[in-house]
């Protein structure tokens, strides 16, 4: 009978091909890395490992032991994924990849209250500014805006409604504009990438209106970085109506719509997870996270 701690020295130890490093990735002291692996080959009766210059490699045995190693070790973490499948309680590691639009208004209280529920849970949370395109069995995603072919499944969990917006204070300097085409005259604040091929905005009356915003003298990355100089009255930008309404209960009077009735498309709020039979604790996380989902998010329509 193998010992997986044993097995799981082994196979850091390959992966890395140093003690030191591996013994640091695992927590573990290098004397106690290195006595696993010495009991491994004690058990086996051959040596699996030797040193070449300052790294350790494998010997044919080791070679040819590493992929029994690495089957034992997947067989044993599928154990007890099914074992806990069984339990009421969730536990073990969960990343959470999210759109950085929502990761501080949105994410960051949904996790917190999510931990509270599971406390066996780990999860990490990361912000994404590009689309994901590799499924990971233990990762799932929440993404903003429109989305290039993945390996995952794409489930719709809303959408942000948006508006042109300003400061009160700007638009009294400045005049506020009464058509799409005056917005040419006023400062942009444009946000990377969203609206540097132009903007169409829509009427419910008078059709569509493709505007090309000007040259912008303050461009930024992060939708965070977006709406702060909005609201200090550099100029007008487009902003998504929960995320100017979650600013509006802290810091009212702020912003207001500019051109209310001539609006640029919804973006989609999408939840992306692999295909297949998932660990219980990514299910239960997705369930969770629909039910996060602001009732804002959703089409007038289905609110009625």
Not at 186 to 201: R, S
Request: aromatic residues 6%.
């Amino acid at each position: 009978m193998h010992d997986f701690d044993e097995l799981a020295a082994f196979d850091a130890v390959m992966a890395t091909g140093s003690l030191t490093r591996s013994a640091q990735e695992q927590g573990l002291a290098k004397s106690t890395l290195s006595r696993r692996i010495s009991q491994l080959e004690a058990r086996l009766g051959q040596p699996l490992l030797r040193r070449q210059a300052n790294r350790l490699i494998p010997t044919e045995a080791g070679l040819l032991f590493h992929d029994y190693c690495q089957e034992m070790l997947a067989l044993a973490n599928r154990s007890r994924e099914a074992l806990a499948e069984l339990s009421e309680a969730i536990s073990g590691r969960l990343t959470l990849e999210v759109h950085s639009t929502l990761a501080r208004s949105w994410a960051a209280p949904v996790i917190d209250a999510f931990l509270t529920r599971h406390p066996d849970v780990e999860l990490t949370l990361h912000t994404r500014e590009h689309a994901p395109n590799a499924p990971d069995s233990h990762c799932v995603h929440v993404w903003v805006g429109e989305l290039p072919a993945s390996g995952l499944k794409q489930e719709p969990l809303g959408r942000l409604t948006r508006r042109l917006y300003a400061n009160p204070d700007y638009l009294a300097h400045h005049g506020e504009p009464r058509h799409p085409r005056e917005l040419a005259q006023h400062a942009w604040i444009d946000l990377l990438g969203t609206t540097h091929e132009g903007l169409t905005l829509h009427h419910a009356t008078r059709g569509c209106f493709q505007f090309r915003p000007p040259c912008s003298r303050l461009r930024v990355d992060l939708p965070v970085l977006h709406m702060d100089p909005i609201a200090h009255g550099r100029g007008i930008g487009v902003l998504p109506d929960w995320l100017v309404a979650a600013r509006e209960k802290h810091h009212p009077g702020e912003l207001t719509p500019c051109l209310p009735a001539w609006q640029p498309e919804p973006l989609p709020v999408t939840l992306l997870y692999p295909y297949g039979q998932r660990p219980r604790r990514i299910t239960t996380l997705l369930e969770f996270l629909r039910k996060a989902a602001p009732r804002e998010w959703q089409p007038q329509e289905a609110l009625v």
